[in-house]
């Protein structure tokens, strides 16, 4: 692997993680609302972002979770499946913007596994915490997106990661 993707990669890890911590109260409730979770649109401009996303959420839910191992397997297995549904969706894309707002339905749509999760240890009502946990995914994302269009501007997504 390249130093500058894996420099990159450890930079997204890393305010992933960062952005996560400074919101820890409201980021592993049933009421999900991961600020950090809009890092997730990074894949709409580079598939290669998916490492960097994917490292920053098992380190948080590592070492933040109260979840434990659970955690790990679906916090972790819920956004492999969500920036993968998202990576393979962009043969049939057109547009950043509409990308971005399919990547927000995908993980908002997808949040029922971290409802499953949080259901088999704290016994909550499931469908409940789906509606709480996908609308806190929901309004993140939408909020991404004007947010990482007017990054991407200045920063150029799409070549920053490549060499």
């Known amino acids: 692997m390249k130093t500058k993707f894996l420099t990159v990669s450890a930079i997204i890890a890393a305010l992933y993680i960062a952005v996560s911590i400074l919101i820890a109260p409201f980021g592993f ?3 999900q609302f991961r600020i950090s979770e809009m890092f997730n649109h990074l894949v709409v401009f580079n598939k290669k972002y998916m490492i960097g996303i994917v ?6 839910n590592l070492f933040f979770s109260p979840y434990g191992t659970y955690d790990l397997v679906f916090g972790v297995g819920q956004s492999i499946l969500a920036l993968g549904l998202t990576i393979f969706s ?12 399919f990547n927000t339905v995908v993980f908002t749509f997808t949040m029922f596994i971290i409802a499953i999760e949080i259901h088999l240890l704290a016994k909550l009502p499931i469908l409940l915490t789906w509606l709480y946990c996908a609308a806190g995914e929901c309004a993140v994302m ?3 997106i004007p ?7 200045r920063i150029n997504f799409k070549k920053l990661i490549e060499d």
Request: hydrophobic share 60%; glycine share 10%; aromatic share 6%.
């Open 55 to 60: 490292i920053g959420v098992f380190i948080t």
């Open 142 to 144: 939408a909020v991404g």
């Open 29 to 31: 409730t049933n009421v």
């Open 90 to 101: 962009a043969r049939f894309m057109k547009g950043q913007v509409a990308h971005m707002i």
């Open 147 to 153: 947010v990482m269009t007017a990054l991407n501007k």
